[in-house]
């Protein structure tokens, strides 16, 4: 089992900044690709931003230039920095890694952070 905690989401105002953290743990051998969604009330759950372990990045046309995702395979730890964002950002935000196990690659997901962008 792999689990998934999420941090650093909250309430910021448009035009700033926000990092969010995703640290997977348990029992598994290598995470692929990690990578973050996120759903606003009445929308369904979108891709944010996605990274492949050996560095390829994927972006939706929203985020593109304002965000960035990282990762440390070292510490299984997936970050996305949040730059001149907007209300329209306002979301939960889930981690997402596709990880090795014993059984083979299953898809995990976090709890969920909320991040609030206020005009």
């Known amino acids: 089992q792999v689990q998934l905690v999420e941090s650093g989401g909250g309430l910021v105002q448009a035009g700033g900044s926000l990092r969010l953290s995703c640290a997977a743990s348990g029992s598994f051998f290598s995470c692929n690709t990690m990578g973050w969604y996120r759903q606003a009330p009445g929308n369904q759950r979108e891709m944010v931003a996605t990274t492949s372990s050996g560095g390829g990045t994927n972006y939706a046309d929203s985020v593109k230039g304002r965000f960035t995702i990282s990762r440390d395979n070292a510490k299984n730890t997936v970050y996305l920095q949040m730059n001149s964002v907007k209300p329209e950002d306002t979301a939960v935000y889930y981690c997402?890694?596709?990880?090795?196990?014993?059984?083979?690659?299953?898809?995990?997901w976090g709890q969920g952070t909320q991040v609030t962008v206020s005009s």
């Open positions: 997402n890694a596709q990880c090795l196990g014993w059984r083979g690659v299953s898809d995990y």
